[in-house]
């Protein structure tokens, strides 16, 4: 197994990054969602996976999201006091179990969050939070494999050089039921026959081109 960094540092890792998302959303107000994205863009989360002492380690959570706004240019009316206890919210699991899953993984941060943003993984919380770490990282895998594997909508579209936005034009279909198609977020299986058969058209193909295997 090829991990992001050595596994020295593995339990600083989980526990800052867990107080890192709970002090954002529960002190500073931030979303979960908000911090990641700056997080990712402030060149912290490529430091913190590559396994920088100084980042993963040398920083308490809530000195790491400080570290991270200041980097991303947001500014807070005050700055909240660090709370000692973090391990009981949702938002301290969501970060420790992340990190313990980009560790294991070696993933950026960025490509996990692109199909596992920290809203889905605090939906997983109530099946998750008291099942093993392995039990986690089987789940995030099985989503990730999913979400990354392009739908049969995605793939004819690009073959016919055809963007969303042209198909949604010619096809009458919105151009935001055709995004949720190929990210998976609604079921092409499960759309209405005139719909399906109007993308069929527009793309020059069949409806079993576009039906996803069950």
Request: charge should be negative; include cysteine.
């Amino acid at each position: 197994m090829t991990c992001a960094y050595g596994e020295y540092y593995l339990d600083d890792a989980m526990n800052n990054l867990g107080e890192a998302v709970d002090y954002a959303v529960n002190a500073c107000h931030i979303s979960a969602d908000d911090f990641m994205n700056m997080f990712v863009t402030s060149g912290y989360a490529k430091q913190f996976s590559s396994g920088v002492a100084k980042v993963v380690s040398g920083l308490s959570g809530s000195e790491l999201v400080l570290t991270v706004l200041e980097a991303s240019g947001k500014k807070i009316n005050f700055i909240p006091e660090a709370r000692f206890e973090y391990d009981c919210s949702v938002e301290y699991w969501c970060g420790y179990i992340l990190a313990y899953y980009q560790w294991h993984s070696a993933m950026s941060f960025k490509d996990i969050l692109k199909f596992l943003p920290m809203s889905e993984i605090e939906r997983m919380y109530s099946a998750l939070h008291e099942a093993s770490e392995e039990k986690a990282i089987e789940v995030f895998s099985s989503v990730i494999k999913r979400k990354a594997t392009s739908t049969k909508l995605q793939t004819v579209r690009k073959t016919s050089g055809m963007s969303q936005r042209e198909l949604s034009e010619k096809s009458g279909i919105s151009l935001r039921s055709i995004q949720q198609y190929e990210q998976k977020a609604k079921d092409i299986n499960k759309a209405a026959v005139d719909s399906i058969l109007a993308l069929a058209n527009a793309l020059g193909c069949k409806v079993e081109d576009l039906i996803e295997n069950a």
